[in-house]
């Protein structure tokens, strides 16, 4: 997710911050202190149930996470942002079981935070007013979370639970993904409508704010779930194919010591490659994508060579021939790289590049094929 800074690790898994978030900390702490604005410990209160908040749901996140890790789902990493947070996993659920394992999770998590809190208002009737008040409001944010996310609407946590579910009775898992998708655009248009609704039925008071908000979250679900079905149908097409089909072979190669732009003006735009070797005597040092090129300012293309910004090959990943482009996808995904070498017999026969593969997939789609 574009837009997100990076926060550090927790038990190996990347912690990221979407800009998004503040919208919803900022929402949060002006409703929290709105009746006592003017007083700095109310303020105090506030932020910090803010912060705490932040905290369960990277719990929320961390709970999927590590059981998902635990039944063979890699996480790279974990994103907050004004909805919550998304958890990016390099390939998907391996069985049902699985799936329902991990769906489930997060919504436990929250709703044993909840439950703790309600617990902790309910038995401390000496406890201070602003403590009280933080302990209900993350009480009740926490079951909020734990309900929202239980919807049985693809990609919410629900949906994947609904998926897993009718996986592990059909044994369909594409047919399993679209009703789930299905679901979860009803679930999405169901909030547009209601929340239209709203807005016209109180349009002279507070409420109609609300309202927005809930079109707006049903705008995001809708959105959200047709996006996730084309990425499921994309991973059951890749699976069909082999690196070898979906491999690039003869790309241009370019010694090391060449600038930048001797390749734009020779090789990039006479013939529109996007993706060359690099190789000096004959040895392959490397390859040279064309986004290695676009960070770099026009100004210094003259002066700047290819190995100084190529992907040595020392870091490149190798496939094989035979090996499913899905599982070559995923090995991107888990070793965070855009390209992988494909080898036979210890030689180098092509390259396999991301933007290759998202065109590949595009272009059957394009054609209904």
Known sequence: ?????????????????????????????????????????????????????????????????????????????????????????????????AELKMAAAGPACSAVIGGVCFLIWSFNSGMAAPIANMVWWLMFMNLALATFNMIPGFPLDGGRVLRATLWRFTGDYKRSTRIATRVGEGVGYTFIAGGIAIVFLHPFDLSWFSGLWIAFIGWFLKNAASTSYRQAQWRQTLKRFTAAQVMTVNCPVVPSDVTLNQVVQEYIIPSGCRLFMVADRGKLEGILPLQNIKPVSQQNWGVTQVKEIMVPIDKLKVAEPGQDALNVLEQMDESDTNQILVASEGRVIGVIARDDLITFLRTRAELGI
Not at 3 to 8: D, I, S, V, Y
Not at 47 to 67: D, N, P, Q, R, Y
Request: glycine share 12%; with cysteine; aromatic share 16%.
């Open 1 to 97: 997710m574009g837009g997100a800074f990076n926060l550090g690790k927790v038990f190996g898994i990347q912690l990221r911050l979407h800009y998004s978030w503040f919208i919803i900390f900022a929402l949060l702490a002006f409703a929290l202190v709105a009746p006592h604005w003017s007083s700095g410990f109310w303020w105090g209160i506030g932020i910090t149930t803010c912060l705490l908040f932040f905290a369960s749901v990277i719990a929320h996140e961390l709970a999927h996470s590590l059981v998902g890790r635990a039944n063979g789902i890699p996480i790279k990493s974990i994103t907050l942002f004004i909805f919550g947070g998304i958890a990016q996993m390099t390939k998907e659920a391996a069985s049902p079981n």
